[in-house]
């Protein structure tokens, strides 16, 4: 069926699904490459060697689940497309698609899509919550949220001519069809982590997913953590989101290095009681 109509089977897919427990603890790649084809960017790309070294480059890529972040790299240099990143662990009954896009223009954040099936078919709407344009990559990365039902189904969109902008106060949105009443959920990526810097939970997620996993990468590429509070605040955040997104317990995120003095100090401290 793959070889006459491009669309795998439902057992396919099924055998590349990972566990339940994998599945709630935070994105994944879903790797839906199913021919021998002389082709490896994904397992050359992948910094956290999550896709296997190929003996011979027409291997299918076989995915080590316990060490793949979700970061998106591998969906961003894949030619085939054939790499999506799913993230099913909000728990609030709906779930993500990030989806390689190489068509223009692309969507805007917030924008109402028809979310379209292996198939080509439109099985409903999806609100656009990230559009990834990563150096590294090239292909642009979209992120659409859906009810976590089609999660599984959803790997690609349209764009709807007349475009609508996700908002749950506006008329227009409550016009259109949508899947369900969460099709507009709203995302916490505009909080601001780190106060003193100014730098937004989603600069620090775009990160994780780059690869940068520890506090003192995401420090020193930033600057979250270097302003006044010196990380008190947003240090422990940053940890606790790299261990959501990464899969780590949170005891095992080191902190990020510090160096004297490790809180403000009057001047008086240092030039021994004399503030002149
Ligand atoms: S999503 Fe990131 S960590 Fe997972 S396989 Fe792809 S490149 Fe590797
Ligand atoms: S880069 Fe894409 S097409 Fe090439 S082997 Fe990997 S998954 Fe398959």
């Given amino acids: 069926m793959l070889i006459n109509t491009g669309v795998p089977t439902r057992e396919q897919i099924e055998l590349r699904l990972p566990s339940p427990e994998r599945r709630a603890r935070g994105p994944y790649a879903m790797v839906e490459c199913f021919q021998e084809i002389p082709c ?8 956290f060697d999550a896709i296997l070294p190929m003996g011979d480059i027409n291997e299918i890529p076989a995915i080590d ?8 790299i591998c969906a961003g240099v894949c030619p085939g497309l054939a790499i999506f990143i799913i993230d099913e662990s909000k728990g609030d009954g709906t779930a993500s698609v990030t989806i390689p896009y190489e068509f223009r223009p692309l969507p805007e954040k917030g924008e ?19 559009v ?20 599984h189904e959803v790997r690609f969109f349209n764009l709807i001519d007349n475009k609508t902008v996700c908002d749950k106060t506006s008329s227009k949105i409550e016009e259109e069809p949508k899947t369900d009443d969460t099709a507009c959920a709203t995302d916490d990526d505009e909080i601001i ?4 810097e100014g730098i937004t939970l989603r600069t620090i997620r775009d990160l994780i997913r780059e690869g940068y996993t520890t506090v003192d990468e995401i420090k020193r590429i930033s600057r979250a953590g270097m302003g ?5 605040t947003c240090g422990p955040l940053i940890a606790s989101e790299i261990a959501r997104m990464t899969g780590q ?28």
């Fill in 193 to 196: 982590l780190c106060r003193c």
């Fill in 228 to 232: 006044p509070c010196q990380a008190r």
């Fill in 112 to 130: 109402m899509v028809r979310a379209v099936n292996r198939e080509g078919d439109v099985i409903g709407d999806a609100v656009v919550t990230r």
């Fill in 65 to 72: 689940l316990d060490r793949c972040t979700g970061c998106g």
């Fill in 132 to 151: 990834l344009l990563s150096k590294k990559t090239k292909t642009p990365l979209v992120t659409v949220r859906v009810a976590d039902e089609h999660v």
């Fill in 40 to 47: 490896n960017p994904c397992s050359t790309s992948c910094p």
């Fill in 249 to 276: 317990p949170v005891a095992e995120i080191q902190p990020s290095a510090h160096r004297a003095p490790v809180k403000p100090m009057p001047i008086e401290f240092f030039l021994g009681g004399d503030s002149e």
